[in-house]
């Protein structure tokens, strides 16, 4: 199964349709916030049906405060879905990844940074997208990632606005 992973679009949608010529086709779609709302926009642009999409919010969707989490199971691996903001994640992902552990996920997806992170850390792949629409590592473009479900257990890796490969 391939996973499409979106955080922090903030309402610019045009990064997206860009992304999803360099995904290809994916399954499923999880938006880690910040807007909440761009979750079923971007389903539709991945020709995803609204039941093949799960979403969180973050702190810029205030009014609406739920749901700040979602664990799902997709392919027999157990995923946290959170924006980051109630987890300090612009300093580091260890509180996303204490509460992977507490919720026994092997994988965490989260945003709020800005900032692409890809790691694995005691069994549990900690996966931050980056943001399309506002990027804030410096020299690198606006990016998104795809989680790859299979028999050999999770992997992910970012794509990013001008093709290029790494961080």
Same mark, same amino acid.
């Given at each position: 199964?391939?996973? #499409?992973?979106? /955080?922090?679009?903030?309402?610019? =949608?045009?990064p997206?349709?860009?992304?999803r010529?360099? =995904?290809?086709?994916?399954?499923f779609?999880?938006?880690?916030? *910040?807007?909440?709302? *761009?979750?079923?926009?971007? #389903?539709?642009?991945? +020709?995803?049906?609204? *039941?093949?999409?799960? #979403?969180?919010?973050?702190?810029? %969707?205030?009014? %609406?405060?739920?749901?700040?989490?979602?664990?799902?199971?997709?392919?027999?691996?157990?995923?946290?879905?959170?924006? +980051?903001?109630?987890?300090?994640a612009?300093?580091?992902?260890?509180?996303?990844?204490?509460?992977?552990?507490?919720?026994?996920?092997?994988v965490?997806?989260?945003?709020? /940074?800005?900032? @692409?992170?890809?790691?694995?850390?005691?069994?549990?792949?900690?996966?931050?997208?980056? /943001? @399309?629409?506002?990027?804030?590592?410096?020299?690198?473009? +606006?990016?998104?990632?795809?989680?790859?479900?299979?028999?050999?257990?999770? #992997?992910?890796?970012?794509?990013?606005?001008?093709?290029?490969?790494?961080?």
């Amino acid at each position: 199964m391939r996973v #499409a992973v979106l /955080s922090d679009t903030h309402g610019r =949608l045009g990064p997206v349709r860009l992304l999803r010529g360099r =995904l290809g086709a994916v399954d499923f779609l999880l938006h880690a916030g *910040d807007f909440h709302a *761009d979750a079923r926009a971007c #389903a539709a642009i991945f +020709g995803l049906p609204p *039941d093949r999409v799960a #979403a969180v919010v973050g702190n810029c %969707d205030f009014p %609406d405060q739920e749901p700040a989490e979602q664990v799902l199971e997709l392919e027999g691996v157990r995923i946290v879905l959170v924006h +980051g903001h109630r987890h300090d994640a612009k300093k580091g992902p260890l509180r996303v990844y204490l509460r992977a552990r507490e919720l026994g996920c092997r994988v965490a997806v989260f945003g709020h /940074s800005h900032v @692409p992170l890809l790691e694995e850390h005691e069994g549990v792949l900690l996966l931050n997208p980056g /943001s @399309p629409s506002f990027p804030r590592l410096p020299g690198k473009p +606006g990016s998104c990632a795809v989680l790859e479900l299979g028999p050999d257990g999770p #992997a992910a890796r970012h794509v990013w606005l001008d093709g290029s490969r790494s961080l």
